[in-house]
């Protein structure tokens, strides 16, 4: 199953590398995170999820909790599994300073350098982005992958034309 296969209102986490992965390196998280999504469960109920590496950067997970609602300690066991595949890969999944833009291929732009390069013209408001803050497979299928005009970087636009 991939994420698009999920019910709409699956939740969905998202873990963004700090750096583009080998082939290698996404072979493995892939692996290794489909087997923790096979055993992965809340309070003995097993969860029915899928997990999936996408375009070199994204680990995405993701649970149907219409048949088991995914709890703290469940949550708590998939972020501790992907920190310590973090630490393994020497990659970390938890900067959320960094946006993944995409121009001709993904480049990472720090937060902090995101006004400068809509000064410059690098990045306009139809640049393509991935939002990482959506939380479900609905979102996930319809706007993960979508203008930055369309997500929480709006509000930078907003600043250069007031």
């Given at each position: 199953?991939?994420?698009?296969?999920?019910p709409g209102n699956s939740r969905v986490?998202?873990?963004?590398?700090?750096?583009?992965?080998?082939?290698?390196?996404q072979a493995f998280l892939a692996e290794s995170s489909l087997q923790f999504v096979?055993?992965?469960?809340?309070?003995?109920?097993?969860l029915t999820g899928t997990a999936q590496v996408l375009n070199g950067y994204f680990l995405v997970i993701g649970v149907d909790e219409a048949q088991a609602e995914a709890s703290g300690c469940s949550i708590d066991k998939s972020?501790?599994?992907v920190k310590a595949l973090g630490q393994k890969l020497n990659v970390?999944?938890?900067n959320r300073l960094n946006i993944?833009?995409?121009?001709?291929?993904i480049n990472l732009v720090p937060l902090s350098q995101f006004e400068?390069?809509?000064?410059?013209?690098?990045i306009t408001a139809n640049t393509f982005v991935y939002d990482n803050t959506v939380t479900s497979a609905a979102d996930f299928n319809n706007?993960?992958?979508t203008e930055a005009q369309n997500t929480w970087l709006s509000r930078y636009f907003t600043k250069q034309t007031a």
């Open positions: 199953m991939t994420i698009n296969e999920l986490w998202i873990y963004q590398a700090d750096r583009l992965l080998t082939t290698d390196e096979a055993q992965w469960a809340a309070h003995g109920t097993p972020v501790n599994f970390d999944f938890f993944a833009v995409e121009t001709e291929s400068t390069e809509i000064a410059n013209g690098t706007r993960w992958h």
